[in-house]
C-alpha cells in the first residue's frame, strides 16, 4: 500500500495469547479521526487443539511434522475467525490483516535469539483475498530487542492523554505494561511485568476441572500463604532492569510445582489456598511496579482477561496507588485491545512504517514490524 489511503479504511487484527485458550478478532477503522471498533469475534481453541499448542510450548513435541499439523488447524481457526469478520462488514475496504499468530516460543535473551509463532499468512491471505502481515516479532529481534511486549505502539497511538499520566495493563497469560506519559516529549515506556493468567489458568485445569477462576471466587475462598507468596516472588526476573519480557518458557506449572515443593514439601496442599497465592502473586507485582513509577501514575487501564476477573480487579483498585479502572471507560473493550493492536500494526506495515518502540523494547531503532503475505 503506498502512498495516502482514501479513508475510512478496515484492517483485521487476530490474536492468540500466551493462555492458548482461543483467537480475538477485530476489525478497525482507521480515519483522519483515529480508531474505532466496528466488528469483534471469538473463537475457543478445542481442547485436544489447546493441549497440543501447550505440548509445544512445553517442548514435549518435538517433531516438525507435529507441528505443521498443529499449525494448519490453527491457520484453519484463524481463517475461520477472519470469515465471520468479513461477514459483518463490506470485505473490499478490508486492506490488511494483521494475524499475530499463537506463540509457542520466545527467547530474546538466548544467542542467537528466536521467537516462533504458529500462523501460516499464506494460506489466510490465499483464503481470504486480503495480505496477511505475520511474524510481528522478528525484526525487533534482529535489531537487538526483546520483540516484546508490541502492543505499546497501539496504545500510545489510541489511548495517550497530554491531561493525566497513564498506564495501559494487559493481563493475558503474561501481564504487561505501557506507560504513557502526559509529557509528549517523554520517551514512552513499557515490559512484561511477570506471570497475569496463566499459572492461575493452569493450576484451575489442574485440580477444579475447569479453564479459569471466573471473577476470581476460587480465589477469593481461599486463604493467601505469605510464605508461599515469598517463595514465589524469589524469581530473578521480577529485579530485572527492562527492557525485558518473558512468557510461559520461565513461568510455567513446571516452575510453579518446584516453588510449592520449596515451600511445601510432601505435605498436603490447599488447592484453593494456591490459587489465592498465585493471584496475590498477579496483584503484588503489579501493583508494586505501578506504585514504583514516576512519575506518578495516576489512572491504570486494564485489558485482557484479568481485567473480567472482577476479585482481581478488585484487589489492584486497593493495592494501586492510582485509579484502576478497564480500557472500556477509553472506548476499547478489555477483550480486544490486543488484537486490535495487531491490526494497527497490520496498517502500518502495509504502509511502510514503523510500529515498534525502541524505548520499550530495547532495539537499536524503530522497525517496521511483520511479512506481509499477498493473497
Partial sequence: MTGEPEMPIHAM??????????????VLQIDNNGFSLVATETLPYPETLRQSVRDVCSQKIHSRSEAREIEVQLTELFTAVSRKLLDK???ASTR?????????????????????????????AKQTGIPVVTDFRSEDMRAGGQGAPLAPGFHAA??????????????GGISNITVLPKD?????????????NTLMDSWCRRHFSCAFDADGQIAESGSPQPELLEILLDEDYFAKPWPKSTG???????????????????????PRDVLTSLSALTVHTISETVNQLEPKIDTVYICGGGALNAGLMRQLGQRCRAKVLSTQS??????????????????????????????????????????????
Fill in 184 to 196: 509528549q516529549n517523554s520517551h514512552v515506556t513499557g515490559f512484561d511485568i511477570g506471570p497475569g
Fill in 13 to 26: 487484527g487476530l490474536m492468540s495469547g500466551t493462555s492458548a485458550d482461543g483467537i480475538d478478532g477485530v
Fill in 330 to 375: 477509553l472506548a476499547v473493550g478489555p477483550k480486544w485491545v490486543e488484537a486490535a493492536a495487531f491490526a494497527w500494526m497490520g496498517y502500518q506495515t502495509t504502509r511502510g512504517l514503523a510500529s515498534t518502540m525502541p524505548s520499550v523494547t530495547g532495539a537499536s531503532h524503530p522497525c517496521i514490524a511483520g511479512i506481509v503475505n499477498n493473497p
Fill in 89 to 91: 462488514i463490506p470485505s
Fill in 96 to 124: 490488511v490483516i494483521g494475524c499475530h499468530g499463537q506463540t509457542v516460543h520466545h527467547s530474546p535473551d538466548s544467542n542467537p535469539s528466536f521467537t516462533v509463532q504458529l500462523a501460516d499468512g499464506k494460506a489466510i
Fill in 248 to 270: 510461559v518458557e520461565l513461568f510455567n506449572m513446571g516452575w510453579l510445582d518446584k516453588k510449592i515443593n520449596k515451600w511445601n514439601g510432601s505435605a498436603e496442599i490447599i
Fill in 158 to 171: 489510541a489511548f495517550r492523554s497530554s491531561e493525566e499520566q497513564r498506564a495501559i495493563i494487559n493481563i
